[in-house]
């Protein structure tokens, strides 16, 4: 079974862009069954979807977020990555990634999530 | 503002049955989009329950399950246990504009 797992910086600066990456373990990131998405959770609300990657690098994105929001993939590494740049307060959440089962759409694992604060 | 319109919290007693509702358009679960549903236990990530309207995967006991029906589906768990408070979240995908769609939420209480 998949494993996912975020690592990056806890406290970003306002303004400043944030990075994290996410590892995949127990499979191939390459497989064509799968996009590897993003979805955020700020404190105390819901899951908001942030965007998907395909192994070949197509992406798709919320499109509240598009135009702040790159998504890539290092096939040779296993781990794709998020990068949201001019960040606010309203960008501090638990980032998740997660894997997308292209048959049915549906995210079927999901990494632990990493909190990351926004500070000015 | 949610795509996917749930109840913002629901209620039972130990052993009582209750569903969680989701709310859709023709442009997602209308269309024919699968529902799924996900747990998140408090301070865990969310943990796929459902998937496909009414699948299991492994390891997820049978008083969970899932229905479709139009623009809606459900969600109801039978025999509740004080382990099932959680945070519920239905998910679909949107046609119109391409993307992944989530529900707003549910709380459960476990009076």
């Given at each position: ?12 600066k306002?303004?400043?862009t ?14 064509g ?23 070949s ?5 919320n499109?509240s ?17 998020l ?5 606010t307060a309203a ?21 632990q ?8 | ?47 796929l ?26 969600l ?9 408070e ?22 459960l209480?476990?009076?």
């Open positions: 079974q998949l494993q996912l797992q975020e690592s990056g910086p806890g406290l970003v306002a303004s400043e944030l990075s994290l990456s996410c590892a995949v373990s127990g499979g191939s990131i390459s497989t069954n799968y996009y590897w998405g993003w979805i955020r959770q700020p404190p105390g609300e819901g899951l908001e979807w942030i965007g998907n990657i395909y192994y690098g197509i992406t798709y994105y499109p977020l598009e135009s702040r929001v790159t998504i890539s993939i290092d096939t040779s590494k296993n781990q794709f990555s990068k949201l740049s001019s960040v960008d501090t959440a638990v980032y998740y990634c997660a894997s997308f089962l292209r048959s049915g759409s549906k995210f079927d694992y999901w990494g999530g990493t909190l990351v604060t926004v500070s000015s | 503002q949610s795509v996917l319109t749930q109840p913002p919290s629901v209620s039972g007693a130990p052993g009582q049955r209750v569903t969680i509702s989701c709310t859709g358009s023709s442009s997602n679960i209308g269309t024919g989009y699968d529902v799924h549903w996900h747990q998140q236990l408090p301070g865990t990530a969310p943990k329950l459902i998937y496909g309207n009414n699948n299991r995967p492994s390891g997820v006991p049978d008083r969970f399950s899932g229905s479709k029906s139009g623009t809606s589906a459900s109801a768990i039978t025999g509740l246990q004080a382990e099932d959680a945070d519920y979240y239905c998910q679909s995908y949107d046609s119109m504009s391409g993307h992944v769609v989530f529900g707003g939420g549910t709380k209480t476990v009076l």
